[in-house]
């Protein structure tokens, strides 16, 4: 009796603590969000569900047998779980929380696989004939909707496509022989079988290309090309340059000196070569261009060119002309040092400042010019004094627009102050400035020129000798030193003295401007002014416009352009001042 108690005792103790295992399965197909995790929860515990195809998840646990008789659970998304509260079959609420769970009695009922938010299978409409083209594999009920098959091939790279066919039938695909190694150069994403053509050597295979590779077996891109330029330099008319046979020199050639010499075939007097050149801008590829100029016999002279054309590179002393190759070319004739032939009218000309400094007061170290042209940039534009002399030279282009400039020096540590009354002078007008006016050189050109050397604040150069002629306010002349000097008129006077006799003390109190203007003048002393009259250079008087402002401000409007001399009668005397109309 005694043994039989203890076997009894055993069997039932295996039975409490044996466990079963459980599969759990949810179908997601009609959750209408986006989600990551699915998860299978219990209590505080969420257990990542396996995703099995179709949208399918499962969940597999052993559970003890005291649990197994009203076991709760729920599933759940991104720890968010479903919402119960309207499945009356098979949900519980937990007394505790009021919480509804799924809930199900395992020692009655294995798990089914139910819909989310469901206590039973999704219910999924379409087509549920497999052999139907529609055919939905996940449907449940069929809704009448399955299209019959049109069979045919529907792959259309296949040479048998069928546009109408709605399932899959035999395709038949070309035959591409290519390359089928992917690291190869050649590689043929297309090729159906490898026809033994993989290459693995990158370079330019135009056999017309300046860089041809004949070891090649995959182009690169990279062929070079080489195109005839052709050059021409235009001598018309040029005749301050003696030369024998002009050359063509450039990074292209070395700046060999005479290996490139031109030829005037037709006797024009415009020089031509051609040669061949590389497309692009020659060895730097960050250049504008192939560099090159134009020179003479072996060097023995060469252009100078200014930096500011606009077919030239380069600053100074190295400013060459530049050329961008991308075709047979036929440059257009170029003058000696210039961008155009030597007939076309230039926008723009050489100028050369010349300063002498001799007699300046203030101690310098770099004179330099400022003006309309540089935007009275201070010291971008220094001037040198190359044989040390004192006289100081500046070369660049300018425009033919009318100019006005003043010497400076040191970055405007010092600058002319120039006297209104001098010829070589202009005053403006400018309300942005103390005075109201500016006073300032100017000049107008339509050629190279060199202008005359300037002595600071003057008018002449520093050695200039004053011509001894003086004059009264009546233009009777005389020479101061014998006597014997006499004028017939007034404006011959004016053209060849020097100053009247009376203006030392009263010439700065009288001022015009600006000089030169359109037409518009102001006249401004500290006298009364009685009366103005306007001749021409050939002495006739000129009918203007006056307007008077007050006893010493008249302003004057004349309609003609030209020279004109503006005698101005003051009290006992006349002051006669050159004026110019430039429109």
Not at 105 to 119: F, G, K
Request: hydrophobic share 30%.
């Amino acid at each position: 009796m005694r043994k039989l108690f203890i076997l009894i005792l055993t069997f039932s103790t295996f039975n409490i603590f044996s466990q079963n295992s459980f599969t759990f399965t949810v179908d997601m197909n009609l959750y209408t969000g986006v989600y990551n995790d699915v998860q299978f929860n219990r209590g505080t515990q969420f257990y990542n569900m396996v995703d099995i195809g179709n949208n399918y998840y499962q969940y597999t646990t052993t559970i003890p047998p005291f649990q197994q008789g009203q076991y709760t659970y729920k599933f759940c998304v991104d720890s968010v779980c479903e919402n119960m509260n309207n499945l009356s079959n098979c949900y519980s609420i937990n007394p505790t929380t009021g919480d509804t769970l799924r809930s199900i009695n395992l020692n009655i009922n294995l798990p089914d696989t139910v819909c989310w938010q469901s206590c039973s299978s999704c219910i999924i409409y379409g087509c549920t004939d497999s052999t139907s083209s529609n055919f939905n594999p996940l449907a449940t009920n069929d809704d009448g909707s399955c299209i019959p098959c049109i069979y045919g091939c529907t792959d259309s790279t296949a040479i048998n496509y069928d546009s109408l066919a709605t399932c899959n039938d035999t395709c038949i695909f070309p035959v591409i022989g290519g390359c089928m190694d992917t690291i190869a150069c050649n590689y043929n994403v297309l090729a159906t079988y490898d026809d033994g053509s993989c290459g693995y050597i990158l370079g330019c295979m135009d056999t017309s290309a300046f860089n041809y590779d004949s070891l090649a077996t995959c182009s690169d891109s990279s062929c070079i090309y080489e195109y005839n330029v052709t050059f021409q330099l235009d001598l018309r008319g040029v005749t301050n340059i003696n030369y024998t046979n002009p050359e063509l020199n450039g990074i292209f050639n070395g700046w060999c000196g005479n290996c490139a010499q031109m030829t005037d075939n037709n006797n024009d007097s415009i020089w031509e070569i051609t040669i061949p050149l590389l497309e692009g801008s020659g060895p730097n590829p960050n250049a504008l261009g192939w560099e090159y100029k134009f020179s003479a016999d072996n060097w023995t002279i060469q252009e100078e060119l200014f930096e500011g054309d606009h077919c030239v590179v380069g600053t100074p002393p190295y400013i060459n002309r530049y050329i961008y190759v991308t075709q047979d070319t036929i440059l257009p004739p170029v003058c000696w040092g210039g961008c155009n032939d030597c007939y076309t009218p230039r926008l723009a000309y050489n100028v050369t400042f010349r300063l002498d400094m001799s007699n300046a007061l203030s101690s310098f170290t770099t004179p330099e010019v400022n003006g309309l042209f540089n935007n009275w940039c201070g010291s971008c534009w220094q001037m040198e004094d190359i044989n040390n002399d004192n006289i100081w030279e500046f070369t660049t282009l300018v425009d033919t627009n009318l100019q006005e400039y003043k010497f400076s020096a040191d970055n405007w540590s010092i600058q002319e102050e120039l006297d209104s009354s001098l010829n070589c002078v202009i005053t403006t007008l400018d309300s942005s400035l103390s005075l109201g006016y500016a006073v300032n050189r100017y000049f107008t050109i339509n050629s190279d020129t060199v202008l005359d050397v300037f002595c600071w604040e003057q008018c002449n150069s520093c050695s200039f000798v004053q011509k001894t002629w003086d004059c009264d306010g009546n233009g009777n002349c005389y020479d101061p030193q014998d006597g014997s000097g006499t004028f017939t008129d007034s404006i011959s006077c004016l053209n060849y003295c020097t100053t009247p006799n009376f203006v030392a003390n009263n010439y700065k109190k009288l001022s015009i401007y600006p000089n030169p203007s359109s037409g518009d003048f102001s006249v401004s002393t500290n006298e009364n002014i009685e009366k103005l009259v306007l001749l021409d250079i050939f002495g006739k008087q000129v009918d203007f416009d006056v307007e008077r402002k007050s006893n010493g401000f008249h302003n004057i409007k004349i309609k003609s352009t030209g020279t004109f001399f503006l005698k101005i009668n003051l009290k006992g005397k006349s002051i006669t001042k050159k004026i110019f109309v430039i429109k």
